[in-house]
């Protein structure tokens, strides 16, 4: 069949055998807590698919990662969702820092197949999503760095955590934003059950809090004034967009490829549902073209987020009508496109919701400068 064909050749290229082992058990069974997904992923070399080959890693580039994130999703979406968010953490550190010790670290991660969490803000009413929800006191050869961050994917399987803070300057200096990097085993990291839904179980995305971790001096990489971030922040922000949208349609790829597989409904209905998903990675193919050529302007961010939402709706039409062909016996049978359709919506919930973009995207559009609440 040639739908997908291209993902997954590009899948089996740098993950040989992945596909086939994600095969070995059923869907419902990949995403349960106790899925081997993430282990397998790890045994593969999942870890360093966008380190560069300069330092160890399989050197994907921002296009091949996103068919391979929607490769993925269509097997197991919560390692796809589990996997996104390890790949932003390290596009963070690629994009953000120059310095000889991160140049280590990423090598480090490379050769043993670690495991990245991310401790960066998320969205709360009221709250800008950049800024950083973690506190630091600065200490002897170091900081103190004390918060939560729920939920938080890879909150078992994780070898490190990120984080970004707003921290004192060394010597009495203007405070600084800083990413700190945190090895899972510190004293002072605590996991509570967060995840309560049966979807996506397998992301792991439970709550880490941090009681007053030590983290030394080390691990922390000073990015300067936050308000001179914007394109730091940019950067990171596009990653996240578009890693996030190509798993999510990944899983509405998934109930459009039994549709097809299955020859439900006629020529015409079939042809629709591919239509709508095959432009919608065309729109986000163009996105990873732009971090490609290094964009990270107001324009490229903006353009990000509106093919996000264009993929948001395209796969709200989709997986409705895919399930619709595929019939109440389908939906009835085994659970998994029940599944499916619960795990495809699930986009809407990450931030910055649609709504609360649409006054900043609508002033955008008029002339003003992109404001992010």
């Known amino acids: 069949m040639h739908f997908l064909h291209k993902e997954r050749a590009t899948l089996e290229k740098f ?3 992945l596909d086939n082992q994600l095969q070995e058990k059923s869907l419902l069974e990949m995403e349960d807590k106790e899925s081997p997904a993430l282990k397998i992923f790890r045994q593969l070399g999942g870890p360093g698919l966008l380190i560069p080959r300069e330092y160890g890693g399989s050197g994907a580039t921002p296009l091949q990662l996103t068919q391979i994130q929607r490769a993925i999703a269509t ?12 790949h932003c953490t390290v596009a963070a550190l690629l994009e953000s820092i120059a310095d000889e010790s991160v140049a280590e670290f990423i090598r480090a991660i490379a050769e043993n197949n670690l495991y ?3 401790g960066f803000a998320e969205g709360k009413t009221g709250t800008s999503i950049l800024l950083p929800t973690m506190k630091s006191q600065r200490v002897a050869d170091g900081l103190l760095i004390s918060g939560s961050k729920k939920p938080c994917s890879l909150s078992v399987s994780m070898d490190f955590l990120t984080a970004s ?26 996991r509570k059950p967060f995840w309560n839904t049966w979807v996506l179980r397998g992301a792991e995305s439970d709550e880490i809090i941090l009681n007053e971790v030590f983290v030394p001096e080390e691990f922390i990489y000073y990015l300067g004034k936050p308000e001179d971030l914007g394109n730091i922040l940019a950067k990171a922000f596009i990653w996240v967009e578009l890693f996030l949208s190509a ?13 097809i597989a299955e020859r439900k409904g006629t020529p015409s209905e079939r042809a629709l549902v591919a239509i709508e998903v095959e432009g919608a990675m065309a729109a986000l193919e163009a996105v990873a073209h732009s971090i490609m050529l ?3 302007s107001d324009t490229e961010v903006a353009q990000s987020l509106f093919v996000r939402y264009s993929v948001q709706r395209t796969i709200e039409r989709t997986v409705e009508t895919s399930a619709e062909l595929l019939g ?3 939906f009835i049978s085994s659970g998994e496109v029940a599944y499916l ?4 919506r699930a986009l809407a919930f990450h931030p910055p919701s649609r709504l609360s973009m649409a006054p900043y995207l609508d002033a955008y559009l008029a002339g003003e400068r992109l404001v992010m609440p």
């Open 247 to 259: 798993s999510y349609l990944g899983v509405a790829s998934a109930l459009v490829e039994r549709v």
């Open 116 to 118: 990245l969490a991310s």
């Open 15 to 17: 993950l040989p055998t």
């Open 328 to 330: 109440g016996m389908a």
């Open 294 to 296: 290094g964009g990270n």
């Open 341 to 344: 359709l619960a795990a495809s």
């Open 165 to 190: 803070a707003i921290v004192p300057g060394k010597s009495g200096d203007e405070d600084q934003l800083a990413l700190v990097i945190i090895a899972a085993d510190s004293p002072g990291i605590e």
């Open 75 to 86: 097997r197991s979406p919560s390692l796809a969702i589990a996997a996104n968010m390890h």
